[in-house]
């Protein structure tokens, strides 16, 4: 399980002190997320578990005269959202970040956003049921909600070869993965997911397969970037924090094999498999 209070604490911050390569690993996505909310005008817009705000910067320069808040649970990622904000060409304009929880995040009077969007922030909530009636409830007639998460864990070899790399007592195991726990794979399931907007209002669900190249390495020395950042995210991160020192150079050392079999063309990446989902608040 990952929820609230690892986002909050230690989890939050290693994603705060990598949000250049977690960017980065997700840029093929980001596109297609940005392509499918930017297909229509907007006027309000909520990132849910922004993170670190780039789809609200985004979001904040292509649709200037918009108003676009991020609201995500980590302080740390906030602060940096804030940060890359305060560095926009034109100004921070409508666009703010708050550190709460947007199962239960008010907005100030007036905002009612008309679209929802989402990178892979929506599958830790606790009671998700009650999450997505929240953001039906606070979202203007019309709004369109946009969001990714992953598909079922075989499905995403950047994650499974990783696992299966881990000493036998830290791999994650079914309670890690399961498609219904709070955690990356909570939402991997098509018919969860349809059962779960449905149940909280939403209509016109679709959910297209999308797989794309997870990038965990590059730059000059594209292996030592790559284990830098299994080291820091993902299940091998997670994993260290458990192993004494020999065992974790064994790792490291193992993962250094890994990231140089999966070098290709100056770039470190695996195969990761995503839903794009799309709804909309009649
Ligand atoms: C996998 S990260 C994705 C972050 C960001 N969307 C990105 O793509 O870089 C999941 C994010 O969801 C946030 N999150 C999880 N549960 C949340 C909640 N109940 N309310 C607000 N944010 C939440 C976490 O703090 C974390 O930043």
């Not at 606790?126 to 998460?149: E, I, K, Q, W």
């Amino acid at each position: 399980v990952i929820d609230v209070h690892d986002w909050q604490g230690k989890t939050g911050d290693s994603w705060a002190a990598e949000w250049r390569r977690t960017d980065r690993s997700f840029a093929v996505l980001t596109t297609e997320l940005l392509r499918r909310a930017l297909a229509a005008p907007f006027r309000q817009a909520l990132d849910i578990g922004g993170g670190a705000g780039e789809l609200a910067l985004e979001l904040a320069q292509r649709q200037p005269q918009a108003e676009v808040v991020g609201v995500d649970l980590s302080e740390s990622l906030s602060r940096i959202a804030r940060e890359r904000a305060a560095e926009l060409p034109q100004g921070q304009g409508s666009l703010s970040f708050a550190a709460a929880d947007a199962t239960s995040w008010q907005p100030a009077a007036g905002f009612a956003p008309d679209l929802l969007l989402s990178r892979h922030g929506v599958m830790f909530f606790a009671d998700p049921v009650a999450a997505f009636t929240h953001f039906h409830d606070l979202a203007a007639v019309g709004a369109r909600l946009v969001f990714s998460c992953f598909r079922l864990p075989a499905e995403s070899p950047f994650f499974t070869d990783v696992n299966a790399l881990l000493p036998q007592s830290a791999i994650a195991g079914d309670a890690d993965t399961a498609a219904y726990v709070p955690g990356p794979f909570a939402f991997a399931e098509e018919e969860r997911i349809t059962v779960i907007l449905q149940s909280a209002g939403w209509t016109n669900i679709s959910m297209e397969a999308f797989d794309f190249s997870m990038v965990s390495g590059a730059g000059p020395d594209p292996v030592e970037d790559a284990i830098g950042y299994y080291s820091t995210i993902g299940p091998a991160a997670r994993a260290m924090a458990g192993l004494d020192s020999s065992q974790r150079a064994e790792l490291r050392a193992r993962l250094r094999v890994y990231a140089q079999a999966k070098l290709q063309e100056g770039q470190v990446s695996g195969r990761a498999g995503a839903w794009i989902v799309q709804a909309i608040k009649a």
